[in-house]
């Protein structure tokens, strides 16, 4: 690899309803708006040359890469990569984005959340992605998956102490860019601030 487009999936029918989604079986997919922002992606990335694609399993990030790529399919398919996942909320599947907010606040970022896995579990998983990818022998590499996979990557680039800082929000169906040792720099960063253990879930 020696350039990644990390984008996150348009607008999705979740999205739209304010409902926390970590099960790629209930996904609802795109909202007419997400579709229209996965268009523009494709629009945008137009003139550039890519040469594969990896999604989560998520409906929604594999409708996205679908109309971004374009044309360049079936030469270049989305590869599904579960690691690239959602966050596993468990219990919180379905609730609100304020419950989800809610438990967040009051917990660790290494407490796994009821039935799921931590955010610590997530980052873990998701600089494994990034360290595949790194290995990978195709230059240019079209990423589509979520906002916290992204907005990880974002402030681990800078050397964030934290994940959620400085970037709060990540924009839907927009190419984030990172070259090799920026990402060689994400995954080093996610790994010290994941630490190499989780806590085990109760329920």
């Known amino acids: 690899m020696r350039l990644l487009l990390l984008s996150r999936h348009g607008q999705s029918v ?6 926390v989604n970590g ?9 007419e708006l997400g579709q229209s922002e996965a268009a523009r992606l494709a629009s945008q990335l137009a003139a550039v040359a890519i040469d594969a694609c990896v999604v989560s399993s998520f409906p929604r990030a594999q409708q996205t890469a679908r109309i971004a790529l374009g044309d360049r399919r079936p030469a270049v398919a989305p590869v599904v990569d ?17 419950d ?13 959340f ?7 579990d ?4 998701y600089a494994g992605v990034y360290e595949r990818l790194l ?32 970037v709060h929000d990540v924009a839907n169906a927009t190419p984030y860019l990172f070259d090799v040792a920026g990402l060689q720099r994400v995954v080093e960063r ?14």
């Open 14 to 19: 979740f999205n739209v309803q304010g409902v």
């Open 23 to 31: 099960d790629p079986g209930r996904d609802l997919g795109l909202s």
């Open 82 to 98: 579960r690691d690239l996942d959602d966050i596993r909320v468990g219990q919180l599947e379905g609730r609100t984005l304020d």
């Open 100 to 112: 989800y907010r809610e438990w967040k606040h009051a917990h660790h970022r290494a407490d796994p």
């Open 114 to 120: 009821p039935g799921g896995e931590s955010l610590d």
């Open 122 to 125: 997530a980052a873990r998983r």
């Open 135 to 166: 290995a990978r022998p195709e230059e240019t590499i079209l990423c589509v998956c979520h906002e916290i996979p992204i907005r990880y990557a974002v402030n681990a680039a800078v050397g964030s102490v934290d994940f959620d800082s400085p």
């Open 190 to 203: 996610m790994r010290e601030l994941a630490g190499p253990t989780s806590r085990q879930s109760s329920g």
